[in-house]
């Protein structure tokens, strides 16, 4: 009896060991977290990409340089969670204080559909959720390889489907001012991701002035 008990113990005892390697000490319960984990370990850079946003406009990233942008990736012919990201992504825009928007952040969501996603499209799509088309911009990156080496620096996973559709997974980027990624927030936690950006514009820019 007392042997069994034993038995039963150095199992759960190993399997619990086991668990706790394979989970990163608990904290990679799925792909995705454990994604989100990596990323922030590695901050990667934005990589040199030229964008083409709803107003025509050609750029590239360093478009932002100095300031802080706010990314989202999605592609307009989805219909479901990319308007809700969308309409998240207005809400925490709404609750930055007017005063850094456009001098302390941006506000981009970048489509990985560029064929389909075309200036005009963008500039219909944007009116949706209340962009601006200025502090907060919609673009394409129209080079294949420029984009899926954005899309991997930061994790982006998407893939194509039946009738111009895509699986992917969907997120808040912050971007620093260096252009380096330094939090990737769930995009159902609304309050949770404005105060967290609402902190770090007020401690990092009241530290710069």
Not at 39 to 46: A, D, G, I
Not at 119 to 128: C, G, I, S
Not at 168 to 191: C, P, T, W
Request: aromatic share 12%.
């Amino acid at each position: 009896m007392n042997r069994n008990k034993i038995s039963v113990l150095i199992v759960l005892v190993f399997g619990l060991l086991l668990f706790f390697v394979g989970t990163d000490g608990f904290q990679a319960f799925t792909a995705e977290t454990a994604r989100t984990k990596k990323l922030m370990e590695e901050q990667p850079r934005f990589p040199a990409v030229t964008l083409e946003d709803s107003e025509k406009r050609v750029y590239s990233f360093d478009e932002f340089q100095g300031k802080y942008v706010m990314l989202t990736f999605i592609y307009t012919a989805c219909t479901d969670v990319c308007p809700e990201l969308e309409m998240n992504l207005h809400q925490v825009y709404e609750r930055i204080p007017e005063e850094y928007i456009g001098e302390d952040i941006m506000f981009l969501s970048i489509s990985f559909d560029p064929e389909n996603d075309d200036p005009e499209t963008l500039d219909k799509y944007r009116a949706y959720f209340h962009s601006d088309g200025e502090t907060w911009r919609m673009a394409r990156i129209n080079d294949q390889d420029e984009l899926q080496s954005l899309l991997d620096e930061f994790g982006v996973i998407v893939i194509p489907e039946d009738g111009g559709h895509f699986t992917h997974n969907s997120a808040f980027y912050l971007v620093d001012r260096e252009g380096y990624l330094i939090e990737v927030m769930d995009y159902q936690e609304i309050e949770t991701a404005a105060e967290k950006v609402n902190n770090i514009l007020q401690e990092r820019v009241g530290d710069a002035s």
